[in-house]
């Protein structure tokens, strides 16, 4: 990791910074709230950076420990930038950042939670998980070693790396991808979708078993069905639990038990295969 940029006036060290990221890193939810969300997890993390810069003076650290205690919420995966700039921003303007910080959170939050869940939550989830099932289904251990590098390798050195190079760059950063944050999140989710498309044929699999014969004429319901549409039954099971995570009082865990209900029924009916 790159030694952060020095100056005359700085008072943070790289060790502090490790700090920072060892307890975001832990225990960012650790404390997650309806009321504030992750404020608790963010304040415990930059705490000792609160100490070092103001525990010398009671009164500014409650004031500083108070606007770091707001309402929070972003993908954990990109709370570090966002602890980054904000500690750059408090050495440089001590306790005059306590009407910054505020803000500088506010607006970042939601850009980054956009790009977070849709880089990290989606598309890194979707791709990495389906090559590990795809192998596992084979009895094969070898996707979930993938699994495990890819994360070891690329996953968490982006975690501990960012929070460095928000630092370094301080408030530069802000105004550098204020206007690449929501072009970043529609480009992420449209892959995310695409990754999810492309998985279906793949993951899901279900046809219709049922073969209609009389006489010496054969008609086979699963090819007619391809020729509409390939995979067109797992793209409709697909669609049927996107629509239920829709309606009101659905959740996740109710949808799986449906759609394993409703896999048991059809089996024995012989309507799916």
Not at 9 to 30: F, G, M, Y
């Amino acid at each position: 990791m790159n030694e952060p940029n020095k100056t005359a006036q700085q008072k943070i060290t790289k060790k502090d910074l490790w700090a920072v990221n060892w307890r975001w890193a832990l225990a960012s939810q650790i404390q997650w709230n309806y009321e504030r969300m992750e404020s608790s997890g963010y304040l415990y993390s930059i705490l000792p950076v609160l100490k070092k810069l103001y525990g010398h003076d009671k009164d500014k650290f409650r004031e500083m420990m108070k606007a770091e205690n707001q309402y929070y919420n972003t993908a954990a995966s990109m709370g570090h930038i966002v602890l980054g700039l904000d500690i750059a921003v408090q050495e440089q303007e001590g306790i005059g950042a306590k009407d910054i910080v505020p803000g500088l959170k506010t607006g970042l939050m939601g850009p980054l939670a956009g790009v977070g869940d849709s880089m990290w939550g989606v598309i890194w989830g979707t791709i990495w998980g389906s090559l590990a099932c795809a192998f596992a289904v084979k009895g094969s251990p070898v996707g979930v070693l993938m699994w495990l590098m890819a994360n070891l390798c690329i996953y968490v050195p982006f975690r501990f790396w960012s929070i460095f190079a928000a630092y370094n760059q301080g408030v530069k950063l802000v105004t550098t991808m204020k206007d690449k944050l929501n072009a970043m999140t529609k480009s992420a989710t449209m892959l995310g979708v695409m990754v999810v498309g492309a998985m279906i044929p793949t993951v899901v699999n279900a046809k219709v078993p049922f073969v209609y014969k009389n006489g010496g004429m054969k008609i086979v319901l699963q090819d007619m069905l391809d020729q509409i549409m390939p995979h067109l039954i797992p793209v409709c099971l697909v669609a049927l639990a996107y629509w239920l995570l829709g309606r009101k009082h659905m959740n996740s865990n109710r949808v799986i038990w449906i759609m394993l209900g409703l896999s048991i029924v059809l089996y024995s009916l012989k309507i799916l295969g």
